[in-house]
C-alpha cells in the first residue's frame, strides 16, 4: 500500500525513517482512545445490561486461582500432540484477568483491584506466554520453553494487548497499591516482546524472510498487538517511533502480496484475524496518527473487508474451503467497524444483521482493543439488518467463485468452487472442489476440520486425517490415488463466464495429483444456469487404468440412492420444511455405494453440522476407459 511504502522506503539512515514516524504519531501518554477508569461519565452510561454482565463476570473471577502453568502442562503437545490442556489454561488467565479489568472500571470500588494484581503477578510469573505447539520458533525446539531465547507468537502478542490495557485502565487504581506493578508490566512487555522484536527479522510472521510464499493472518494479528503495546507502554520516543517503523515494514509484507481481489485463502473462519487484524492495525494507526496515515480508499483494503460478506451463503453458513468451518464465529462489531470506515453499507447492514439476530455475538473476549470499541460503540448498529446475498463472487487471484441463482435472496442454486494449488495457508487437498446449497441449506459440502491437534500441523500425519484428503471432497480419486499437497499440485487453465441467465467456472485439475495417478488431463467445468440447474462435467484424458475411478460427493443430507442414475439428498430446514437436491448420474457407467463417516462425538464438526455423521457418496466404475466425459445434472428437489 503507497502510504505504507512511503513511510518504510529506505532512507539515508534509520534515524530519518525513525523520524518520519516519529512525526506523526502522538506523544507517549496522549493517544487516549477509550475512557479509562476515571472518566466515570463514560463507564458510567454503558447500557444496564451490559454493566450487569461484566460486572457479573468480574465477581466470577473474583475467587480464580491462577493456577500454574506446569512443566509436564507443557509437555503434552510434545508427549501427546495436546494442543488444548495447555492454551485452555492460558486463555483462561487472560478471559479472568480482562473481566476483572471492566468490572472494576464499570463499578469503580476497588473490590477488583487486588485480584487484578493477583492477574498482573501471575502472568508476570508465566514462564513464556507461548503456547507449546508453536515452539519451533525457539531453537531448542518442542519440549519445554528456553527462557533465554524469548519468542513471540499468537498468544504472547494477546498477553501484551490485555495488559497494555490494564495498565492504561486502571494504572491508577494500581498504582494506590504500588508502582512496582506497572513497573512489571513495563519490564515484562519489554523483555518478552519489545526487545526481541526490536532485535530480531528471523521471526516468518514478519514477512522480512522472502524464502517463504506468504505470510498469513500470524502477520497482522501478532503486529496489532504488538502495536497497541508499543503505544500504551514504550515511553522512549526513539524506541517507540522505531518500533512502529519495524511494524509498518511487516504490515506491508502482508499487504504486498496479499492476492489483489481481497480473498482469504485460510477461508473466513480466519478472516477475523487476517483482514480483520490488518484493519485493527490500520484503525489504530489511524487513530494515533490523527488520521495521518489513512489506506481505507485503497481497492485491495476495501476488498480484503468485503470478502467477508461476498462468501456468506445464508444465516449461519460461509463458503469453508480448507480449515474454516462451515459455521466460523466472525465478529459483528468487526465487520460493522470495517464497513463504516470503508462506507460500505453492504457490510454494515450484515453486521447488523448478525448482531440483531444474535447468530455471531458482538465481541467481548480477552481482546480488549475489540471490546472497547465494541462497549463504547454498543448502540451504533444503526444500519438495516440484512443478510448480503451476493449473486455473484469470482476473485481471480484466489480463484475462488460463488453464484446464486436469485441476486439478494438464498432461494434456489448455489454453488461455490475452487481453483488455487495445494500449498495454500490451512490447505486441504482439494484443487476444483466444491458445494452446492440449496434455499440457502447444504446439500454437497465440504466437511471442514475437527479440533487442532498435533497431527493436524505435522508435515506428514496432516495428510493422513480423513478431512484433508481429496477422497473425502467432492472430487476424483484417479486410479486410486487422491491429491498430493504442495504448491506444484495446482490448477490449470482456470476460465470463469458470469452473465444474468448463468455462470461456468472450468479448470484442469490434472497436475493436482501426482504421477502415478496417470491422469494428463481432468478438465472440470461446473455451469450454473440460473434458476434451473447445476452441471458439474467431467472430460479426463489418462494416460493407463490400474484401478477404479471413484467420484465422491460428501452430504450432510439424507441419501436415497434406491432408483440408478438418481441420488436423492434431502434434509429438513430450521423451520421444519423439506429441502434437497436430486443428481442425475449416467447409471450405465457408475455404480453406487454409500458410507457413513462419523464425526467426533461433541466436536468441532458434530457442532457445525449438528449431527453425528457425514455421508460419503462414491460414483465408482471399476473398468474406467482412457478417455471419457460425464455430467452430474443437479436439480432442486420438490416435495
Known sequence: ???????????????????????????????????????????????????????????????????????????????????????????????????????????????????????????????????????????????????????????????????????????????????????????????????????????????????????????????SNWLVGVLLLEEDERRRAHAVYKILRSLDEFIDPHPRDGGCDEGPGYWNHAAGSLFDSLDILYSATDGEID???????????????????????????????????????????YGARLGDERMQQFAAFLDETGRIRSYIGSDLTRTLHYLFRVDEFDAPAEQPYARDMWLPDTEHVAARSVDGSPDGLYFAAKAGHNGEAHNHNNVGNYMVFVDGYPAIVDAGVEAYTGDTFDPERRWELWTMQSGYHNLPTINGVMQRNGLQYRARDVEYEADDDSVTFSLDIAEAYPEEAHVDQWRRAIHLERGAHIEVSEDYVLSDVTDELKMTLMTPCNVDASEPGRLMLTDEKSDGKPYGVEVAYDADRFNVRTEEVELEPGGRLARAWEQSHLTRILLYDAEPPLEDAFTLRITEWKD
Open 295 to 337: 489506506v481505507f480508499e485503497e481497492p485491495v483494503i476495501k476488498r480484503m473487508g468485503q470478502y467477508v460478506y461476498k462468501s456468506h451463503i445464508h444465516d449461519d453458513f460461509f463458503i469453508n474451503f480448507g480449515d474454516t468451518s462451515p459455521k466460523p464465529g466472525v465478529s459483528a462489531d468487526l465487520i460493522y467497524r
Open 1 to 223: 500500500v503507497e502510504q505504507l511504502r512511503l513511510l518504510s522506503v529506505p532512507l539515508t539512515s534509520v534515524d530519518e525513517r525513525d523520524r518520519n514516524v516519529l512525526e506523526l504519531l502522538k506523544p507517549p501518554g496522549e493517544w487516549r482512545p477509550f475512557p479509562d477508569i476515571d472518566d466515570r461519565d463514560a463507564w458510567e452510561s454503558l447500557p444496564e445490561d451490559i454493566k450487569e454482565r461484566r460486572i457479573e463476570a468480574g465477581e466470577n473471577a473474583l475467587d480464580f486461582d491462577w493456577p500454574t502453568l506446569t512443566a509436564t502442562l507443557s509437555l503434552k503437545f510434545e508427549r501427546e500432540g495436546d494442543r488444548s490442556s495447555y492454551s485452555r489454561a492460558h486463555s483462561r488467565r487472560r478471559s479472568m484477568l480482562a473481566d476483572l479489568v471492566l468490572a472494576e472500571c464499570i463499578e469503580n470500588e476497588g473490590r477488583f483491584v487486588d485480584q487484578i494484581m493477583n492477574g498482573i503477578w501471575a502472568i508476570s510469573e508465566q514462564t513464556f506466554w507461548n503456547t507449546p505447539q508453536h515452539l519451533y520458533l525457539q531453537q531448542e525446539g518442542y519440549g519445554l520453553p528456553d527462557i533465554t531465547e524469548p519468542t513471540v507468537d499468537l498468544h504472547a502478542g494477546m498477553m501484551l494487548n490485555l495488559l497494555a490495557w490494564t495498565d492504561y485502565l486502571v494504572g491508577p487504581r494500581l498504582d494506590e497499591i504500588s508502582p512496582l506493578i506497572r513497573e512489571r508490566i513495563r519490564v515484562e512487555a519489554d523483555r518478552r516482546i519489545f526487545t526481541p522484536l526490536l532485535d530480531r527479522d528471523d521471526f516468518w510472521w514478519m514477512g522480512f524472510d522472502h524464502r517463504r510464499e506468504r505470510v498469513n493472518n500470524w502477520n497482522p494479528w501478532i503486529n
